[in-house]
């Protein structure tokens, strides 16, 4: 399962916008997507309430993790380019 | 008696007080876990329509966060957990409240923008609550004309509230820029937030609300009512005696447009007697996608915004992606440092079709449409990108084309630049985050990212300078232009145009009528004189009135 450790890049953290753009894009991977602290239990990064619970600030490192399939990587490169822009403004 | 608040939408209005408060379910709820799913698939589903009917930004925003958490896969993992019979359970009260209650530790505990999700958490369990008891409806039913009290407005109570109705609002909390406060002013209607004590008046007692003032009289008498009409009147003359083009107290014409990103803006700044769109951010349809839109989507939207102002003026700026503004399908790599990356016009390095498509769409609704349609590239930076432009436009039939300053090499080459083109914006906003090199974004460098800083005016005035020069027409669309203070220095430093919000076109028209130009031109002079951002504005400010 391809993964990939990202730097929360929106002023604000990730909630609101950057989060909802998160989330959406999780949900239509089609496959499991997983986000967490690097070491801690990964959460569903496809719910908003586990995603938020993260409490992820600006410039916290996050591990974007996405279940096996046959465009797994591009999946990958798309949420983390959601996670490493800043959202704000 | 009296109460007080603060006023954030000016009118006066007169009515009995309907409290809004939320239901709160004494008796018990009893349900099967699949109705609980299926209610909840309701609270989601009527979120979801609300948001996309939701008029203001900030409102769809709310609400649309407010649908995926009551889409959250893991909240429903978490009622299903305690419901785990395939039974009708005598009351869910409990099981529900207990399953929202771990996440709302867990956020309540983050602090900050995390903790106020709580109120959010809330609000679905009772919107949840509510429709499984058969009680959804009657909650926020106004009846008849009546003054809105609440202790706040959540954008879900007012999408849900029939404001038809709603003659005022007054809310215990919140402030200037509060939701309460946007929709008010959206309807027109008065309103005044952190109004202690509110929530103390029964319903039905009649109140007069002093919306500009902020104050609330309980039993008003007609005497009372009247003085207050009267003086409302008299101000609001005043505002209204200005109408028409804009122009100086000289009769120097200075063209004040609007702000829009679709045809409900476009509509709004017909409203307030805008000229003409001076900016009309064509990324709105481009932001979260995953695909670019086509042709058709584009032509109808730009076609829609043109017919809200058929005969007049409207200046699209072509999609002005990247830095703040990423579009997922063409900012797909990772730039160390996006506001000096491929962004706005640059995009034509990684993504040029997409470019051409949309002047493609552009081109196409101009002809369906009777407007006179100009045409401006974002974050052009040297002559060439602007020739590039130009030429790209005008072989499809576009006929007046710009370029927005917004880097100082654009300024300060300005005199090239122009050459190449028929018009300029400055688009103060990146201007002044290019010339102070201080992200606009990072509240500590707050004292840096003042569009009053002298070095900023006097790049505006380098390129002021260049379009004076060459006889093209220089206007500027970033915020600074709803500032009646620094749109009078802007008009002294050559600019011919302000494009600004439509909320604050009325006081700049207003405030320009009454100054000429050659205190306009000698206020110019002074600004650009000093040393500080302070210095400047209190000068334009001591030189111009308030």
């Given at each position: 399962?391809?993964?990939?450790?990202?730097?929360?890049?929106?002023?604000?953290?990730?909630?609101?916008?950057?989060?909802?753009?998160?989330?959406?894009?999780?949900?239509?991977?089609?496959?499991?997507?997983?986000?967490?602290?690097?070491?801690?239990?990964?959460?569903?990064?496809?719910?908003?309430?586990?995603?938020?619970?993260?409490?992820?600030?600006?410039?916290?490192?996050?591990?974007?993790?996405?279940?096996?399939?046959?465009?797994?990587?591009?999946?990958?490169?798309?949420?983390?380019?959601?996670?490493?822009?800043?959202?704000?403004? | 008696?009296?109460?007080?608040?603060?006023?954030?939408?000016?009118?006066?209005?007169?009515?009995?007080?309907?409290?809004?408060?939320r239901v709160r379910l004494?008796e018990?709820v009893p349900a099967s876990p699949r109705a609980v799913f299926k209610a909840l698939d309701v609270v989601a589903a009527d979120l979801e329509r609300r948001?996309?009917?939701?008029?203001?930004?900030?409102?769809?925003?709310?609400?649309?966060?407010q649908a995926?958490i009551a889409r959250?896969?893991?909240l429903v993992?978490?009622i299903?957990?305690?419901?785990?019979?395939?039974?009708?359970?005598?009351?869910v009260r409990?099981?529900i409240?207990?399953?929202f209650?771990?996440?709302?530790?867990?956020?309540?505990?983050?602090?900050?923008?995390?903790?106020?999700?709580?109120?959010?958490?809330d609000e679905i369990g009772d919107r949840l609550l509510a429709v499984l008891s058969g009680k959804a409806e009657e909650e926020l039913?106004?009846?008849?004309?009546?003054?809105?009290?609440?202790?706040?407005?959540?954008?879900a109570?007012?999408?849900a509230?029939?404001?038809?109705?709603?003659?005022?609002?007054?809310?215990?909390?919140?402030?200037?820029?509060?939701?309460?406060?946007?929709?008010?002013?959206?309807?027109?209607?008065?309103?005044?937030?952190?109004?202690?004590?509110?929530?103390?008046?029964?319903?039905?007692?009649?109140?007069?609300?002093?919306?500009?003032?902020?104050?609330?009289?309980?039993?008003?008498?007609?005497?009372?009512?009247?003085?207050?009409?009267?003086?409302?009147?008299?101000?609001?003359?005043?505002?209204?005696?200005?109408?028409?083009?804009?122009?100086?107290?000289?009769?120097?014409?200075?063209?004040?447009?609007?702000?829009?990103?679709?045809?409900?803006?476009?509509?709004?700044?017909?409203?307030?007697?805008?000229?003409?769109?001076?900016?009309?951010?064509?990324?709105?349809?481009?932001?979260?996608?995953?695909?670019?839109?086509?042709?058709?989507?584009?032509?109808?939207?730009?076609?829609?915004?043109?017919?809200?102002?058929?005969?007049?003026?409207?200046?699209?700026?072509?999609?002005?992606?990247?830095?703040?503004?990423?579009?997922?399908?063409?900012?797909?790599?990772?730039?160390?440092?996006?506001?000096?990356?491929?962004?706005?016009?640059?995009?034509?390095?990684?993504?040029?079709?997409?470019?051409?498509?949309?002047?493609?769409?552009?081109?196409?609704?101009?002809?369906?449409?009777?407007?006179?349609?100009?045409?401006?590239?974002?974050?052009?930076?040297?002559?060439?990108?602007?020739?590039?432009?130009?030429?790209?436009?005008?072989?499809?039939?576009?006929?007046?084309?710009?370029?927005?300053?917004?880097?100082?090499?654009?300024?300060?080459?300005?005199?090239?630049?122009?050459?190449?083109?028929?018009?300029?914006?400055?688009?103060?906003?990146?201007?002044?985050?290019?010339?102070?090199?201080?992200?606009?974004?990072?509240?500590?460098?707050?004292?840096?990212?003042?569009?009053?800083?002298?070095?900023?005016?006097?790049?505006?005035?380098?390129?002021?300078?260049?379009?004076?020069?060459?006889?093209?027409?220089?206007?500027?669309?970033?915020?600074?232009?709803?500032?009646?203070?620094?749109?009078?220095?802007?008009?002294?430093?050559?600019?011919?145009?302000?494009?600004?919000?439509?909320?604050?076109?009325?006081?700049?028209?207003?405030?320009?009528?009454?100054?000429?130009?050659?205190?306009?031109?000698?206020?110019?002079?002074?600004?650009?004189?000093?040393?500080?951002?302070?210095?400047?504005?209190?000068?334009?400010?001591?030189?111009?009135?308030?």
């Amino acid at each position: 399962m391809p993964s990939q450790v990202v730097t929360v890049a929106s002023t604000v953290g990730l909630h609101a916008r950057p989060a909802a753009l998160l989330i959406k894009a999780a949900a239509a991977a089609g496959v499991p997507v997983k986000i967490g602290r690097v070491g801690e239990p990964a959460v569903n990064a496809a719910s908003m309430l586990s995603v938020l619970a993260l409490g992820a600030k600006h410039g916290d490192e996050l591990e974007i993790t996405v279940g096996d399939s046959s465009d797994a990587e591009s999946i990958l490169t798309s949420l983390v380019e959601i996670v490493s822009t800043n959202h704000d403004g | 008696m009296s109460l007080s608040g603060i006023g954030v939408s000016p009118g006066i209005a007169v009515g009995p007080v309907r409290r809004v408060t939320r239901v709160r379910l004494n008796e018990p709820v009893p349900a099967s876990p699949r109705a609980v799913f299926k209610a909840l698939d309701v609270v989601a589903a009527d979120l979801e329509r609300r948001a996309e009917s939701a008029d203001i930004d900030v409102a769809r925003d709310v609400l649309s966060a407010q649908a995926m958490i009551a889409r959250d896969p893991a909240l429903v993992e978490a009622i299903g957990a305690r419901l785990l019979d395939d039974i009708e359970y005598p009351d869910v009260r409990p099981d529900i409240a207990d399953a929202f209650a771990g996440f709302k530790e867990a956020l309540a505990s983050l602090g900050g923008y995390f903790a106020e999700r709580v109120a959010d958490l809330d609000e679905i369990g009772d919107r949840l609550l509510a429709v499984l008891s058969g009680k959804a409806e009657e909650e926020l039913t106004l009846d008849e004309p009546s003054i809105v009290v609440a202790e706040d407005l959540t954008p879900a109570d007012t999408a849900a509230l029939d404001l038809n109705f709603a003659r005022a609002l007054v809310v215990a909390k919140g402030g200037p820029t509060s939701h309460t406060a946007i929709v008010a002013r959206g309807l027109g209607i008065p309103a005044i937030v952190g109004c202690d004590g509110i929530m103390d008046l029964a319903d039905g007692t009649i109140i007069m609300v002093d919306g500009r003032e902020g104050t609330v009289i309980v039993g008003p008498t007609d005497g009372e009512v009247q003085a207050r009409e009267t003086r409302e009147d008299s101000l609001r003359a005043r505002a209204a005696s200005v109408v028409g083009p804009g122009r100086l107290a000289d009769r120097t014409p200075i063209t004040l447009l609007a702000n829009a990103g679709n045809a409900q803006d476009a509509v709004a700044a017909a409203t307030v007697g805008a000229e003409g769109i001076g900016l009309f951010r064509t990324e709105l349809l481009f932001l979260d996608r995953r695909d670019e839109p086509t042709v058709d989507e584009q032509v109808e939207l730009y076609r829609s915004v043109f017919e809200a102002m058929a005969g007049r003026r409207v200046v699209v700026r072509t999609l002005d992606a990247g830095s703040d503004k990423p579009v997922p399908f063409i900012n797909a790599i990772h730039e160390e440092n996006p506001a000096l990356g491929v962004r706005g016009w640059r995009l034509t390095r990684t993504a040029d079709d997409v470019l051409n498509r949309q002047l493609d769409a552009i081109a196409l609704a101009s002809r369906e449409v009777n407007v006179d349609v100009w045409v401006m590239a974002p974050m052009i930076d040297i002559p060439a990108e602007a020739a590039e432009f130009a030429h790209r436009a005008r072989e499809r039939g576009l006929r007046r084309v710009g370029v927005m300053v917004e880097t100082p090499a654009a300024a300060i080459l300005a005199d090239k630049v122009l050459a190449e083109v028929d018009f300029a914006s400055l688009g103060t906003n990146d201007l002044t985050q290019y010339v102070m090199a201080a992200d606009r974004l990072d509240s500590r460098l707050s004292d840096l990212t003042s569009s009053w800083h002298p070095a900023v005016l006097r790049t505006i005035k380098m390129a002021a300078s260049g379009a004076e020069a060459l006889g093209r027409p220089i206007g500027v669309c970033g915020e600074a232009a709803a500032n009646p203070q620094m749109a009078a220095i802007l008009v002294g430093l050559g600019v011919s145009s302000l494009s600004m919000a439509p909320i604050a076109l009325s006081g700049v028209r207003v405030y320009l009528a009454q100054v000429d130009r050659a205190t306009c031109v000698r206020a110019a002079e002074q600004v650009l004189a000093v040393s500080s951002a302070d210095e400047a504005e209190g000068i334009a400010y001591d030189l111009l009135g308030f």
